[in-house]
């Protein structure tokens, strides 16, 4: 999927029309029309608005992931120490078996809520 497409498919799942993003953006109706057709792209700094505006990366915006989340998930606190983040990075800094070993004990977890 291209830009124009994903643009369209988050504004329209949002519930907006064109002229709300324009708006928000600080650009015309037809500047939105021309992304959402492909015309041309946004500048950087109107690509970041429109990622903080839909929540998702720019990389999802570009369509180099398929990954809709919100980056601000990643600072949420899990603890007093550990950040989303930094339980990823310290999950990935694991060697493979051990890697294996905490998916294992989620799934554990997750079989005892049950």
Same mark, same amino acid.
């Given at each position: 999927?291209?830009?124009? #497409?994903?643009?369209?498919? &988050?504004?329209?799942?949002?519930?907006?029309? #064109?002229?709300? &993003?324009?708006?928000?953006?600080?650009?015309?109706?037809?500047?939105?029309? @021309?992304?959402?057709?492909?015309?041309?792209?946004? !500048?950087? @700094?109107?690509l970041c608005?429109?990622?903080?505006?839909?929540?998702?990366?720019?990389?999802? &915006?570009?369509?180099?992931?398929?990954?809709?989340? @919100?980056? !601000?998930?990643?600072?949420?606190?899990?603890?007093?120490?550990?950040?989303?983040?930094?339980?990823?990075?310290?999950?990935?800094? &694991?060697? #493979?078996?051990?890697?294996?070993?905490?998916?294992?004990?989620?799934?554990?977890?997750?079989?005892?809520?049950?």
């Open positions: 999927m291209d830009f124009g #497409q994903i643009l369209t498919n &988050l504004r329209e799942e949002k519930g907006i029309y #064109q002229k709300e &993003l324009a708006i928000y953006l600080n650009v015309t109706i037809s500047t939105i029309s @021309n992304y959402e057709n492909g015309v041309h792209l946004p !500048d950087l @700094n109107t608005l429109i990622a903080d505006y839909f929540g998702v990366t720019t990389d999802y &915006l570009l369509g180099r992931s398929s990954y809709v989340f @919100n980056p !601000d998930t990643l600072a949420r606190p899990l603890s007093k120490d550990y950040t989303v983040a930094d339980f990823l990075n310290t999950t990935l800094s &694991l060697p #493979q078996r051990e890697v294996h070993s905490v998916l294992d004990y989620v799934e554990y977890l997750k079989s005892r809520k049950k």
